[in-house]
């Protein structure tokens, strides 16, 4: 987390799963391994773009995919970091929620 969000990180996320909509989004797949709690795929497509707007630290796709999925190989998932969410009315919304907790 980048330090002007160092204290607000846990604002975001909560109003994140406070929105039904990212609630359908990061729900898991039929096909989601046994144990998931949230789709991956959506929680990186959010990091993605916190990390844009300057929320997470600018680290590599490689990075953060070492430090989320705690593996020493490329995952999966790494790529969707990049993806941006489908529908703009969800980006409007992640925005939203970014600049409601500035500091």
Known sequence: VTSKYQGRIDDIWEEILRTNDFLVLLKPSIKARDGRNFNTYNVMRIIGILRE???????????????????????????????????????????????????
């Open 53 to 103: 707007h300057v929320v997470y630290e600018s680290y590599s796709q490689r990075k953060y995919d070492t430090l989320l999925e705690q593996t020493t190989t490329d995952s999966r998932y790494r790529k969707y970091l990049g993806k941006g969410l489908d529908e703009h009315s969800l980006l409007i919304e992640l925005l939203k929620i970014i600049n409601s907790v500035k500091l």
